[in-house]
C-alpha cells in the first residue's frame, strides 16, 4: 500500500523540491500535487520534536510555493501516525524544568504540536489526509488539521489522551468539535474508545473509507482533480472556510493549550504514561 521509496527527497525541514537531506520526512512532488510522508515507520511514525518542527517548517515553506496546488500528508509503514512520542515527547527536551530553559522557552516549546497543526491548517493550498492502520492522540489532530481525509478500511482512530492523563491539546478538540460536533468529540475525548473506520465516516471524521489496496489510487484522484480545479476559485473558496473557523479567534481557548499541556506533564499518571523528565 505505501508507495516505493525511490524518487523522494527526505529531510529535517524539507523545503519544496530541496535536495536529499536526512530527516524525519520524505517528500515527493508529482506536478502539482506534493506528498509529504512521516518516515519514522520503526515508531509508527510518532511524533518526536524533530518531526513537528520539520513539518511547521515545510508547511510555512509551502505559503511561498504557486507550483504546488494540493498536498497529501501519510506515514510510511504499517500506521499513518501513532501520535506523540512517549519515549521522547515532543518539546520535552525544554519543558523540563532541569533544561535550564527559561518560563517563555519552556511555554512556546509547550506548544510544539499546536503550531505543527496551525501551519498544516492554515496551509494556503488544499491539503489532505492519507490515514492506514493507526491514527492516535496527535496523529488525529494533523488529520483533522486537513482539509480532506480518506482513510483505508480497517483504520483505527484513537484519541487516548484523557487515560494517559493529559488533556487532549494542539487544538485538536475545538477542530473536532467542529468536525463532528460536540457530543461525538465528547465521547472520542472522554471515554478515549477506538473508533473504526466505517464510524469514523459516518460520524464526519473522515471524508471517504475505500479498500486498502484502492487507498493511494482514491488519494491520487481526489488530488489529481483538486489540483486540475480553477487555481483563484480554489484559494478564495478556502480562505472562506478559513474566516469561517477564525470567527472566534479573539476567544481561540488553543492559545493556552500548551500551559493545559504543561500543567497536566507535572501529574503522576502523565509522568507514567510518558517519559517527562523533572
Known sequence: MARPRSGRTRATRPRVGASRAEGPLSVERDGAVLRVWLDRPERRNALDTATLEALTGLYLDLQRDFRTRVVVLGGRGPSFCAGADRGSPPGSERMAASSGAGDRERRQAAQIGWRACRAIEECEVVTLARVHGHAVGGGVALALACDFRIAAQGTVFHVPEVDLGVPLTWGAAPRLISEVGAARARELILL?????ARTAERWGLVHRVVPASRLDAVVDAWARRLAEK???AVHM???QFR????????????ETDGDLLLAASRSAAARASFRVRS
Do not use: F, H, N, Y
Not at 478515549?192 to 473504526?196: A, E, G, K, Q
Not at 474566516?243 to 481557548?253: F, H, I, K, M, Y
Open 230 to 232: 480553477p487555481e483563484i
Open 192 to 196: 478515549c474508545d477506538r473508533v473504526d
Open 243 to 254: 474566516a469561517q473557523s477564525r470567527r472566534g479567534v479573539l476567544g481561540d481557548v488553543t
Open 237 to 239: 473558496t478556502k480562505s
